[in-house]
């Protein structure tokens, strides 16, 4: 199987998956068909839609279309000229506890109607607090996967291999391993729903991460069961590269309207705040008087517009490098969510390790959540373990942080001759890195990073301890805070004073007005520094 990556941001990736059928672009949601039951036609998801791939189950499929489907093949059953990917019917044995079918004759029927990509009958571990039966999906599945692969023949399909284990971490990360072991094209983590529907987020960031790192980087991760827009930037972010849902369908027979911020109820909607074509073209009092087919059909079309339009949002987002900010924003949208943006501290340090270290754009700092995001910690490890300051350097002048600030005149040249002194080390302070020196301020993304200010508490206090961690690891006998008078400058200043170093170093201010990058306040730091190099000589 050929997966190229074409774009990252954090985790996440555009990439391109080649099937018999033709490309998957990744991160990409394929819609679940259902020929017994279908609100929009499979013709019109690929036409309409432009959706060219999607899902279908091939045990509902053996069960009622089993000779017209071994006759016609699955494409012209579902008359879809698109990539066709197969479920084993593992769903069915989650609900109802069994399925009259065994792994080898799945395998085998999903080959004979010539599916894309095919997926084992694995045990789903499902909403299961008993550790022995998580420990039975686990091993079963690994079973079950020896024989499917035995078996299969074709070698123009592609093979899912599902990672069970539920909310035991271990025995996913066993599963991800045991897994990784077999010759899959595609891995899948397996019975996330029941965690989906708790909204317990912060389980799944758990979850999809106890498998990511135990299984190869290279190779697609598909989330089962996932498909509402305001969770699928999590995801990708993660690194899930395929989502499957019927919820689009599921949530139309209920009356329900999906946004990318959560789901409204059509009695309740007055506006619809969406411009696809079902929006656009009716307004709710239209769409609530249709009958019950209709309705549902124009609500499955918006649903689907919704999640494909999320879909693309969080494409453009890796492109410019801006993924973490989409999910902040969606974070923001219920509580659960921003719980689970938290968990990803967690990992911070895999996320920052197979993160790009140069993007397109800046960074833009909304607060303190992001100061687990993978260029804020690398700044912090490069800056203690990599950097020394220049050698002879004896005193630590300290500027409040600006972008670039000396390079705009008429304060260039009173910095520079700062700058020049070999005595004087200069770092600028403040949100979000703390300390900065300032040859590093044009490296990536120090000086393309906006933020706010004045600082949230959280940020200001991590700012703190990085200044308090950079002067207590360096061998400066002097620091000079160039500052204004505000309240971190003040709490930074008074930090230092008390710093237990030894030998002891002395801080002194220079200054404490509301402007420390004036014309005047650099000059009068000019003529100080100068006056103490005439002093020594």
């Not at 391109?16 to 679940?32: A, C, F, M, Q």
């Not at 190869?216 to 972010?237: I, N, Q």
């Not at 909304?366 to 910690?377: D, H, I, N, Q």
Request: charged residues 25%; hydrophobic residues 35%.
């Amino acid at each position: 199987m050929s997966f190229e990556i074409t774009h990252k941001d954090l985790l996440g990736r555009i990439g391109k998956i080649d099937t018999k059928s033709g490309k998957i672009e990744t991160p990409h949601l394929l819609p679940v068909i259902n020929p017994l039951i279908q609100p929009i036609s499979s013709k019109d998801i690929l036409t309409v839609f432009k959706c060219n791939a999607v899902i279908t189950n091939a045990y509902l499929i053996r069960k009622n279309f089993r000779d017209e489907a071994l006759a016609r093949g699955i494409h012209r059953l579902l008359e879809y000229d698109g990539v066709v990917v197969t479920d084993s019917g593992a769903y069915q044995l989650l609900k109802y506890g069994t399925v009259d079918v065994q792994p080898e004759e799945i395998a085998g029927f999903q080959e004979a109607i010539a599916t894309d990509i095919g997926v084992i009958l694995d045990v789903p571990t499902g909403w299961s607090e008993r550790r022995t039966m998580a420990e039975y999906s686990v091993a079963e599945t690994v079973r079950r996967a020896d024989l499917t692969l035995k078996i299969v023949t074709r070698s123009d399909i592609l093979w899912e291999g599902p990672i069970q284990g539920g909310v035991f971490l271990d025995l996913v990360a066993k599963s991800a391993r045991e897994m990784s072991k077999r010759p899959f094209d595609i891995y899948s983590l397996g019975s996330p729903t029941p965690i989906m529907e708790r909204y317990m987020f912060d389980t799944l960031v758990d979850m999809i991460m106890a498998a990511k790192m135990n299984m190869p980087l290279s190779k697609p991760l598909h989330l089962f069961g996932a498909g509402h827009p305001f969770m699928l930037a999590l995801a990708v972010a993660l690194g899930c590269d395929l989502f499957d849902s019927a919820s689009y369908a599921i949530f139309a027979r209920q009356g329900r309207y999906l946004t990318e911020n959560g789901t409204l109820r059509l009695g309740d909607i007055e506006y619809f705040p969406c411009s696809c074509p079902v929006c656009r073209q009716h307004d709710p009092s239209e769409i609530k008087e249709l009958d019950r087919s209709n309705r549902e059909r124009k609500l499955a079309e918006h649903n689907l517009y919704i999640c494909f339009e999320e879909i693309r949002r969080i494409k453009q987002a890796i492109v410019e490098g801006r993924l973490w900010e989409l999910l902040e924003i969606r974070a923001r949208s219920h509580p659960s969510l921003l719980q689970a943006l938290g968990a990803i501290r967690r990992y911070g340090q895999f996320v920052e390790k197979h993160s790009p270290s140069t993007k397109a754009k800046g960074l833009l700092y909304l607060g303190s959540c992001g100061l687990f995001r993978p260029e804020v910690l690398r700044h912090r490890a490069r800056l203690l373990e990599r950097y020394r300051h220049p050698r002879g350097r004896k005193v630590l002048l300290l500027l409040p942080l600006r972008k670039s600030p000396y390079r705009s005149a008429p304060q260039t040249e009173a910095l520079r001759t700062i700058i020049r002194n070999k005595k004087i080390h200069v770092c600028l302070y403040g949100s979000p890195y703390g300390p900065v020196p300032i040859e590093l301020n044009d490296v990536y993304p120090l000086s393309q990073t906006e933020f706010s200010s004045p600082m949230d508490q959280e940020t200001e206090q991590y700012a703190l301890n990085q200044v308090r961690e950079y002067v207590t690891s360096s061998n400066y006998e002097t620091i000079v805070v160039h500052a204004p008078n505000d309240p971190f400058s003040k709490r930074m200043i008074l930090m230092l004073r008390k710093l237990p170093s030894e030998p002891k170093k002395k801080v002194r201010v220079s200054y404490r007005g509301d402007s420390p990058w004036s014309t005047d306040a650099l000059k009068a730091l000019f003529d100080a520094t100068r006056i103490r190099q005439q002093e020594r000589c």
